[in-house]
């Protein structure tokens, strides 16, 4: 069973600019959850996306979206980039989860954005 | 509140024991997750416990959870260089709308 792919892996931009990321879960998985690390601030979690639907929202700027496809299949979108957006941005899938069940999240390698 | 609170280092020699512990605040947490981070890649899934139990060993793993004091441990026994690295406790929760809470990550160095 292959694992959660992410593309693309490195990627560099100067402040203004948009970028889009790609996260493709594991065969069966129907949540994808975006987590933001930085050295500074440790793991925050960005959304997660249930059966092509926004299920939970942490607490960052109108900046930073997301979408999931029919196919589960998720895209992270931060655009006006700033300086500060530098960070590893890790998306993990899950079958999805209900009240009481296990629901382990599977990471993918990251992709690492640099904002010059 | 929804804080999920570990300390940020430990440092253990090689051959030693380690203990890594983690706090959190939903009762309600019916699964907690111990997971590992190696430099520059994504977090990988250690062990799991079911918030009914309150131990699960698995090789040199052993997690202990006090629910009562809403406390979980993850125990490295006989800790390798190969073990320093970053663990994140995690909870998944019910309360209100369903929730994947992460810790703040221990960072674990394991001397020579």
């Known amino acids: 069973k292959a694992g959660v792919t992410q593309t693309p892996r490195y990627l560099i931009k100067t402040r203004g600019q948009q970028v889009t990321l790609s996260c493709s879960p594991i065969?069966?998985?129907?949540?994808v959850s975006w987590y933001q690390q930085t050295p500074g601030q440790g793991l925050q979690f960005l959304f997660e996306y249930f059966s092509e639907t926004q299920r939970n929202k942490g607490n960052f700027p109108g900046r930073f979206s997301g979408r999931q496809f029919s196919n589960s299949r998720s895209e992270m979108n931060v655009s006006t980039l700033e300086l500060g957006d530098s960070a590893l941005y890790l998306c993990a899938s899950s079958w999805g989860g209900t009240s009481g069940s296990r629901n382990e999240q599977f990471f993918g390698p990251g992709t690492r954005l640099t904002v010059l | 509140g929804e804080d999920v609170e570990q300390s940020l280092f430990l440092s253990v020699r090689e051959g030693d024991s380690s203990v890594i512990n983690c706090t959190y605040t939903?009762?309600?947490?019916?699964?907690l997750y111990w997971y590992k981070q190696e430099p520059g890649a994504g977090l990988q899934l250690l062990t799991y416990i079911f918030s009914n139990m309150d131990m699960k060993q698995d090789q040199r793993l052993t997690v202990l959870l006090n629910k009562k004091d809403k406390h979980l441990s993850l125990r490295i026994a006989d800790t390798q260089t190969g073990d320093s690295a970053i663990y994140f406790c995690a909870e998944s929760t019910t309360s209100g709308t369903y929730k994947y809470i992460f810790g703040t990550g221990t960072r674990l160095k394991v001397l020579a």
């Open positions: 065969s069966g998985h129907r949540s």
């Open positions: 939903d009762s309600s947490s019916t699964y």
